[in-house]
């Protein structure tokens, strides 16, 4: 049953699939879902969209909108919108489990051969050049987004302010995310085209005969109070599944254990994270790296590697995180048993909350569809992730072809500055081949990675790395 009732002609659209018949669609969507969020939604787009037609553009671009509001994985949770939409709660948690599936074990077995053996040369090398390709993966990210969400003047405007405010001057994402959505609620109710979603065809296609969809454009109709009901039901139960382990490796083994500050760090970046994977690494590496102590500069990148190669939501790179964080204080565990269960744990508090987010707001934002206002504020935000996208590539360009930055902290500013000196010729080379390789010739992100995995262990065997 779908969490929403059929309001429509019965004989105007297809007929709903089954819970069973949606379980091969979605494992299938898990295991397409490389390249970051922006890759990811694209194959969800044309799977669920354009392949099964399960819902129209709008519908989509609704979900989408609201789940970029949401701190977390935005890919993950439209999975978890729309299997919610066509079979309730347990549609929702089919598709969204699913979706992280591949990602949790993938991760893992990666992050066990990295602990093993990551010190060795040509293990170091292979990610030498996994890192140099990611900065072309990202770059792709922003235009992709880019394209979608800032069609005028307005748009841009927000995504270059946004930018400027986190790079330059270090501004908080909530604070980004909450700037964009007022500015797009106010644009949005004074009725200004700016910012409005963009929706539906135009053109010839408007004249044609109407593609039929699952869940189409009208009759959202009211929320039954059974779907409400099951929902907050829902909502409470991955509350709890979420916030008790914290609660209790806080108090069983203190605040200062590694198992009780990963569960409550990225509980956390959980909460107050927005704009998806690429918008919030920034800022997880940093404190990884220089609050905890966890990870050193390198190895956050080496992680996104993995992450940027394996299906599943970029936002698995936690999960390499939380291992090695616990890998390197074990306390009375072998490393590599204390190494799983930190980035089990790890993964666990940063997906836990997406499930509560979905069950506690998709439902009213639903039958708000058609709100101008609400359309605005999604709108803006979408925009404003795009510049928070580009901080991060910039922030990977400094990291990955300079072995040293330095930061500049005066006249309000707060940001990294490169030690031209300390440029690395072998990492810009590889940077600038796949950047070429995607953008000029067209190269997947699969074939770029390797090509410059293979680069960086041709470079260790010639002697210029590792």
């Keep these: 049953m779908s969490a929403l009732p059929d309001t429509s002609d019965a004989n105007s659209r297809p007929t709903p699939p089954t819970l069973r018949e949606a379980v091969p669609v979605w494992a299938r969507v898990a295991a397409l879902s490389f390249g970051g969020p922006a890759g990811q939604i694209a194959v969800m787009h044309r799977i669920i969209v354009d392949e099964k037609r399960w819902m129209s553009e709008n519908r989509f671009l ?36 699913l979706f992280i599936l591949p990602g949790i074990i993938a991760i893992m077995i990666l992050s066990w051969i990295y602990a093993a053996f990551g010190a060795v040369g040509i293990v170091a090398a292979l990610f030498f050049g996994l890192k140099a390709a990611v900065l072309a993966v990202v770059l792709q990210a922003v235009l992709r987004v880019g ?37 797009g609620y106010f644009g949005g109710r004074a009725g200004l085209k700016a910012f409005a979603i963009g929706g539906g065809h135009a053109g010839a296609k408007a004249q044609a005969e109407p593609v039929r969809y699952v869940l189409d454009d009208a ?5 039954s109070p059974q779907a409400r009901a099951d929902a907050r039901r829902a909502a409470l139960i991955a509350l709890a599944l979420w916030l008790v382990p914290v609660g209790l490796l806080w108090v069983l083994l203190g605040p200062s254990d590694v198992y009780s500050q990963i569960a409550l760090f990225f ?4 909460m107050v994270t927005f704009g998806g994977a690429y918008a919030v690494l920034a800022y997880v590496a940093q404190q990884a790296v220089d609050g905890f102590g966890w990870l050193k500069p390198g190895e956050m990148l080496d992680g996104l590697g993995m992450a940027e190669t ?22 009375s565990l072998p490393p590599m048993l ?67 930055v330095v930061p500049v902290e005066a006249f309000g500013f707060d940001f990294d500055r490169p030690v031209w000196a300390s440029l690395d010729p072998y990492a810009l080379a590889l940077s600038l081949a796949a950047i070429v390789a995607m953008f000029r010739f067209r190269w997947g992100m699969l074939p ?9 262990m041709a470079l260790h065997w010639m002697g210029a790395v590792g």
């Design 62 to 97: 609704h979900a989408l909108n609201y789940c970029m509001l949401l701190p977390g994985p935005e890919a993950q949770q439209l999975a978890t919108y729309i299997g919610w939409l066509l079979h309730g709660t347990k549609g929702g948690l089919l598709a969204g489990g």
């Design 147 to 183: 394209s979608k969400a800032l069609k005028n003047n307005a748009m841009i405007a927000l995504a270059a302010t946004a930018f400027v405010a986190i790079f330059f001057f270090g501004a908080p994402f909530p604070l980004i995310v909450l700037g964009a959505g007022v500015i």
């Design 219 to 223: 009759g959202e109709g009211t929320l």
């Design 267 to 270: 509980s956390k970046m959980a």
């Design 310 to 331: 394996t299906p599943g939501p970029l936002i698995m790179v936690l999960q390499f995180v939380g291992f090695m964080a616990a890998f390197r204080a074990p306390g």
């Design 338 to 404: 204390a190494g799983t269960l930190g980035g089990l744990l790890a993964t666990w508090v940063t997906f836990a909350p997406c499930f509560f987010w979905i069950f506690l707001g998709a439902p009213f934002i639903e039958v708000l569809r058609g709100n101008k206002a609400l359309a605005g504020a999604l709108s803006a935000i979408t925009a404003a992730v795009v510049g928070v996208i580009l901080n991060l590539a910039l922030w990977f360009a400094l990291h990955t072809v300079f072995r040293q």
């Design 448 to 456: 770029t990675l390797a090509a410059c995995s293979a680069a960086g």
